[in-house]
């Protein structure tokens, strides 16, 4: 699904109508304003979207949505201001955009886990909003912005939150989290806040909210389809799903389990057994041997141009399960993508809870202690630190380059390290950008580190299904993340902290939820596997093909990496996966990069003395 969004201008439809040098819509479909001005152009499937009217007022809900379109009318009818549809945006559960012309004035929003993102850029002198960043840059005639890819080298998971609003294309932005698009009859627009996170204070009792959210996310999917097929991996997140799904009358369920390259760990075992209690689905079990590995060779595919593809070293991996999916008859792919950061209760779930009810937390603080092998000075340490979102990133721009084991300390988002390769000139403007972003008073995404860390990992994991997405595409196949979804995600941010942690069991809060539909062997689970034995089984293979690849980078013509650092990282022999994170984002962004032409367009590769 890809569609633009134009303004009810005369100028939005010259720009609807210009021609698109990077990335065109071909046969686009076409939603009229009341004024019969071009609205939505795009290319959607008739169960991607929900359209109703009422007199000069226009709402579509694209993507999957619990949505009813007569309720959907009569509240419409309702409406008197862009502000009005908060309350409709509240309603549906799914993941989706939704976009409104109200008389001509247009909102356009997409989810807090950016799984549907919007993007705006100036475009004729007027502004439109698109689904994909490089559908807006083929129109504004944008060019790379190598600053911003220098931001993009930082792992593990790319640049702090305060630039979430830009794009690697100039000219081409985002809402913020919570924030819509509005734009006005003349063409211009505006962001604005409309949604703000709950506070913690729900008692979680028997999880029945968390389980209705979960249940109405997985529905959403299911609806009106004959298959949808889902990960067993094993693993708590992907297996709880395939159970809640199995539930939704008239889909039929296939499961996916893909074996590790490198070893076999406990997952297979779980995932049999799973299955077992499954017998209503199709199970199907793929071995390594018919698998591409990690860093499976890229040139084959044409690569998502939106910008530098996070986890690009399974790219061939969805690519090859995208096809396995749509050869079962499914079009929607389930993923346990976002449990681990919305149930998993962390460090900073402690430093909270220690605040609010000490004598809950202390005898959690001792088990993380000795599991971490703290000592008291760094637990108390850690437990005491307090420092304001605006004292912390100040903090984190200062030790970029610092040696510095992640999660480690109190935190408001994962601690973002600079590549051990990146060039003196590439390290200092990334520094010089998070001071500037610093001096403009950036607020976090909510008072509570712990939760603006769980609304942050959210918007990674969400952009991560989008982009997986793309590549699905070609397949015909959409993947999706229930638990990163709006209303889940609203739920699990409103438990009280004390009912988020429990001694002896791994995920407290998603276990009381599904209590008594999941087994209870399953959600009992303590452990999982780590992906460390496919990483390295990829390297070893593939050790030859990333050296060659690494010998003449365009990051290194534009004045952003060393490349004899970065082959020393593919020639060393590591105890660990730490040293290797740093080159995930590097090597997206070489891959990213290469997709575009050298020259002779205006998404020719810069160089960084050049911007």
Partial sequence: MEFVVLPDHSAGAEAALAPVPSHGLPHPKVIAHHSGRPWLVGNWQDDEIVCVSAGPRRLALLGCATAHPGVLEARLGRVRSLADLDEIARLPAGSFHLVASLDGDVRVQGTLSTACQVFYARVAGVTLAASRADSLAGRVGASVDAERVALELLSPFGPPEPFSEGSVWRGVRSPRIGHCLEISRDGTGRT?????????????????????????????????????????????????????????????????HYEAHGGRGEDLAHARRAAAALPRARHVVVPPTETPDWYAPFEHTPHDREGPLMFVRARATVEHQAAL????????????????????????????????????ALPHVRALRSKRRWSMATTVRTMAAAPSYRRWLATEA????????????????????????????????????????????????????????????????????????????????????????????????????????????????LARALDGMVPAEILHRTGKDDASPTLFSGL??????????????????????????????????????RPLMPFDPTLACELWLRSLPLAGTAAAVPSLRTT
């Fill in 192 to 256: 604005r806040r409309w949604w703000t996170p709950p506070e913690p204070e729900r008692p979680l009792g028997d999880g029945g909210f968390v389980r209705e959210a979960l249940f109405e996310a997985v529905a959403a999917r299911t609806a009106n389809q004959k298959v949808v097929s889902a990960d067993l991996s094993g693993g708590l997140d992907s297996t709880s799903l395939c159970f809640v799904a199995d539930r939704s009358a008239g889909t039929d369920l296939a499961t996916l």
């Fill in 325 to 360: 999916v749509a050869s079962l008859g499914a079009r929607r792919h389930l993923q346990g993508v976002g449990g681990d950061e919305l149930f998993l209760p962390g460090t900073m779930c402690l430093h909270g809870l220690l605040r609010r009810d000490p004598a809950a």
């Fill in 398 to 509: 200062g030790e970029l380059a610092a040696d510095r084991a992640w999660g480690s300390g109190a935190y408001w988002e994962v601690s973002a390290k600079l590549p051990p390769w990146i060039t003196p000139d590439a390290a200092s403007t990334v520094r010089r950008l998070m001071r500037e972003a610093i001096a403009a008073g950036p607020e976090p995404l909510a008072a509570l580190p712990v939760q603006h860390e769980m609304m942050w990992i959210n918007r990674v994991n969400g952009t991560v299904m989008r982009r997986n997405s793309s590549i699905g595409a070609h397949a015909g196949v959409s993947f999706h993340a229930p638990y990163t979804d709006d209303r889940v995600l609203e739920a699990v941010l409103s438990v009280r902290l004390a009912d988020r942690v429990a001694e002896g069991r791994l995920k407290p809060v």
């Fill in 540 to 577: 070893r293979r593939r050790r030859g093909e990333l050296l060659d690849f690494a010998e003449n980078t365009r990051l290194a013509g534009m004045g952003l990496i060393d490349g004899a650092a970065l082959r020393r990282l593919l020639v060393t022999t590591h105890a660990d996966t």
